[in-house]
């Protein structure tokens, strides 16, 4: 599906050489909605691969790595290239504090959340501890919220200092 043909870019992307690739035995597939938009591609490897190979695979959670779904465009001629031909593309830090815009329930809400994790086009924010204020208000864990920054409600993110 999305290696056959593309050995060399994946490889690439994986930081392994396509000889390493072509050792591994993986399943596979893509995250997309119900419309078709590909929110990512991913490929699972399965256990008993060469561990010395599995060690270098950047990106690798377990036993999966996510693809961009932009891996394979082209760049458009007026977008902005570093020296190795790369896009330049905005990046969420995982580990920084950002205020966010976004429309919630119809009102523009502003809220800040630090990054636990970021995919394009999807955002995990890092879990939210409150302290108890009083004997109704207690200590509560807010879980780390999954937002798609490309949702017509997103509107903006500022790193905060």
Known sequence: MIVDGNEDLIAEELGIDPDE?????????????EDG?????????????????????????????????NLFEE????QDLDE???VISPLFEVGKRYEFRMIIDGEE????????????PMVKFADVE??????????????????NVTSPNFISATIQD
């Open 37 to 69: 938009i590909i929110y990512y591609y991913y490929i699972t490897f399965s256990e008993g691969n060469p561990p010395a190979i599995m060690a270098k695979i950047k990106g690798l959670v377990g036993l999966t790595v996510q693809l961009s779904p």
């Open 109 to 120: 809400t502003r809220f800040w959340r630090t990054i636990a994790q970021y995919q394009h």
């Open 130 to 147: 409150s302290k108890a204020v009083n004997e109704l208000l207690k200590a509560k864990t807010l879980h780390g919220e999954i937002i």
């Open 21 to 33: 690739l072509a050792q591994l035995k993986y399943v596979e597939g893509e995250s997309a909605s």
């Open 75 to 78: 760049p458009d001629g007026d």
């Open 84 to 86: 190795d031909r790369n």
